[in-house]
């Protein structure tokens, strides 16, 4: 990984404020710029205090005119923020900007769970370790849409550990685990959670840490065939991660996904129902929680769709137990919403999810409207009824703004019946306009003649078209689980 910089910056401007506002500015470097962080931070500083307001979780444009910039730098966000504003004066603001050059390789280190001292052919993965910032988790923070405030309250848990460890806080009277355990439904993006603030940590803590690394720990792998041996694997394990935060230069994020699987509860073990090596790997693992708490660079990040099987000792060493559920009507709106699809490479007819524009539902298909209203446009349209469910269902009529407030409404409604349908996971909303196309849509709707490369342009295909095949698999899955139940 190349490491980044970051630092708060104010102005002279700055200074008749009473309160401003921490705002983040991520500034993402082209993969081979060789221009200095120092370098680059001065001049987004100055162009950032060209404007009088800026609007936050927003791009930035008009850096291209700048030729430092332009040859350099790849993209400049301004992220979410506390703030209750949308938008703040320069005045209001204390800048952070955060200069990162992510990794363009999917390199990794492995750790087997070989113990070397018998007659085992049987190795597996019981670890793999990422260089951060990676350039394939870039968008991935922005694609994730809670209903309430979960993303932020994660950062600002990180903060405050900092604080307490920067200010040496008497362990005795203060104490924290920097453990944090996700649990819910399967399918709500837990696991992409963890992966995505462990990118935004290794960012936002670049003027701290040179490095920053991501560890997944392959739960399962943990379990030798041969008694008693699985607790010093689970030791063993831990004393690797041990060397990877002895280097203080270092931040280690470290996530056990479906945790359960290694702290099921003792209280099964004693009663003769668990093998008691299970035992032995729940009283190792919390022994190396607790020697790594006094560690200043690095988390634990867990996962579980099963809480109530955890050991509640692990349950009570965890600083925040966060249920995720599944997503509200306002937060599939914001899903589906910002849903789009392009080529994976020019000339290729694979494709993929890219959450983080705001497109609307294969943009890349020359599907009109190319914008959808925000979510609280689309509640003030509902709550004002300025559009009628009969003209919804006859855009075709309208001019284009009401097309868009149409669409929107129609957009509203499908998000209910999403919810309502034993309420779908994000997992599950993310593919159904694939299922929509395969089975409602037709392919015929989106390819047009081959072009002199030999792919096909997109003969677009009316949003409205979209909606009504998505409605449709969303009733169709919605008999297939009552056949469940």
């Known amino acids: 990984m190349t490491a980044g910089s970051d630092i708060t910056m104010t102005s002279s401007q700055e200074t008749g404020s009473s309160e401003k506002w921490a705002v983040h500015i991520e500034v993402r470097l082209k993969p081979r710029a060789t221009a200095r962080f120092e370098t680059i931070r001065n001049r987004i500083f100055d162009f950032v205090h060209s404007f009088d307001r800026i609007n936050l979780s927003s791009t930035l444009e008009g850096w291209e005119d700048i030729p430092d910039l332009a040859a350099s730098v790849e993209r400049v966000v301004v992220c979410d923020s506390s703030c209750p504003s949308h938008s703040l004066h320069i005045s209001e603001m204390s800048l952070q900007i955060h200069v990162y050059q992510p990794s363009d390789t999917d390199s990794f280190e492995e750790f087997t769970n070989s113990t070397g001292t018998r007659e085992d052919n ?22 994730l849409i809670y209903a309430d405030d979960i993303k932020m309250k994660l950062l600002d848990y990180i903060h405050a550990t900092l604080v307490f460890s920067d200010a040496n806080v008497d362990f005795n009277l203060v104490s924290w685990n920097r453990v944090v355990l996700l649990h819910g439904p399967p399918g709500t993006g837990k696991t992409s959670l963890c992966r995505a603030l462990a990118q935004k940590l290794s960012i936002r803590l670049s003027h701290r840490y040179s490095q920053a690394r991501l560890l997944e720990i392959n739960s399962h792998s943990l379990f030798s065939k041969w008694f008693s041996e699985s607790g010093k694997l689970v030791q063993r394990l831990f004393s690797s991660i041990t060397e990877l935060v002895d280097e203080e230069d270092a931040f280690l994020v470290v996530l056990i996904d479906e945790v359960e699987s290694l702290t099921a509860a003792r209280a099964g073990a004693m009663a003769g129902t668990e093998p008691s090596d299970g035992l032995r790997v729940v009283n190792a693992l919390l022994t190396q929680l607790d020697k790594l708490k006094h560690r200043k660079n690095v988390l634990i990040m867990s996962t579980s769709n099963l809480v109530k099987a955890i050991d509640s000792a692990f349950v009570d060493r965890a600083d925040i137990v966060q249920y995720v559920d599944l997503p509200s009507r306002e937060a599939i709106y914001e899903i589906l919403r910002t849903l789009s699809m392009r080529n994976r490479r020019q000339g290729h007819s ?11 539902l294969f943009s890349r298909f020359n599907v009109y409207p190319k914008t959808v209203p925000t979510l609280k446009q689309a509640q003030m349209y509902e709550l004002s009824a300025m559009v009628s469910s009969e003209n919804a269902q006859s855009s075709s ?3 284009p703004r009401e097309k868009s407030k149409n669409v929107a409404l129609r957009l509203l409604s499908l998000a209910a019946q999403c919810r309502q349908t034993q309420g779908l996971s994000g997992r599950a909303l993310r593919r159904l306009p694939v299922l929509a196309l395969a089975r409602y849509i037709g392919i015929g709707h989106l390819t047009g003649p081959p072009t002199a490369n030999g792919a096909r342009k997109g003969a677009g295909a009316d949003v409205n078209v979209w909606l009504e095949g998505i409605e449709k698999v969303v009733k169709e899955q919605a008999k297939e689980q009552e056949r469940l139940i």
Do not use: Q, Y
């Open 397 to 399: 009529i309208l001019d």
């Open 350 to 360: 694979v494709c993929h999810c890219e959450f983080s524009k705001p497109l609307v």
């Open 122 to 143: 049987d190795e597996t993965m019981a670890a793999s370790v990422c260089e951060l910032p990676n350039r394939s988790w870039e968008g991935l923070w922005d694609s």
